[in-house]
T-cell receptor
């Protein structure tokens, strides 16, 4: 497809389990972002990848969160030992380049994570 | 710390009315101020954006007003339509990098 693709769209897991969320950015986009959207909390920046540079991990809330981007394309966000407060929609966005000139981010539809 | 403060949290407007959403920021280094629109079950999508060298930008029924001295900017939706019902996020960043989003405004336009 032409847009950012995320999977799974919905994930229900038990507290303490690990989860992996996948993002396929728009082809050719060098920048990739992960955001977390919690009810009433807006969009929280998690991590940023730009080309082959070291990622900006400054938004990751704890060391249970990690992300990687393979081959400058697909990215996986991993949450270890999930907690109920991790329940949220995790949004991936890509951009043609840093700032994209316009700074426009193209978002996927998100992965809704529910931790029981 | 919330770098961009957005209000109101929710807004109900009659069809044909004007919807106004306000945002304020502290970091004077911010140089890019977009608004994103999000429909239920979808990701946010860029609606309109402004840079601080202009005080107003208009695209169709949507206008951003920017007040650099007050560190405030707002979105005006003229002739609001039921199809405009969505959540709106303001954001700010330096050179478009790592957007800092407001908490969002849920807009409902009644017929």
């Amino acid at each position: 497809g032409a847009g950012v693709s995320q999977s799974p769209s919905n994930k229900v897991t038990e507290k303490g389990k690990d989860v992996e969320l996948r993002c396929d950015p728009i082809s050719g986009h060098t920048a990739l972002y992960w955001y977390r959207q919690s009810l009433g909390q807006g969009l929280e920046f998690l991590i940023y990848f730009q080309g082959n540079s070291a990622p900006d991990k400054s938004g990751l809330p704890s060391d249970r969160f990690s992300a990687e981007r393979t081959g400058g394309s697909v990215s996986t966000l991993t949450i270890q030992r999930t907690q109920q407060e991790d329940s949220a929609v995790y949004l991936c966005a890509s951009s043609p380049q840093r700032g994209g000139g316009t700074g426009e981010l193209f978002f996927g539809e998100g992965s809704r994570l529910t931790v029981l | 710390q919330q770098q961009v403060k957005q209000s109101p949290q929710s807004l109900i407007v009659q069809k044909g009315g004007i919807s106004i959403i306000n945002c304020a920021y502290e970091n004077t280094a911010f140089d890019y101020f977009p608004w994103y629109q999000q429909f239920p079950g979808k990701g946010p999508a860029l609606l309109i954006a402004i840079r601080p060298d202009v005080s107003e930008k208009k695209e169709g029924r949507f206008t951003i007003s920017f007040n650099k001295s007050a560190k405030q900017f707002s979105l005006h939706i003229m002739d609001s339509q039921p199809g405009d019902s969505a959540t709106y996020f303001c954001a700010a960043s330096i050179a478009g990098y790592a957007l800092n989003f407001g908490k969002g405004t849920s807009l409902l336009v009644t017929p």
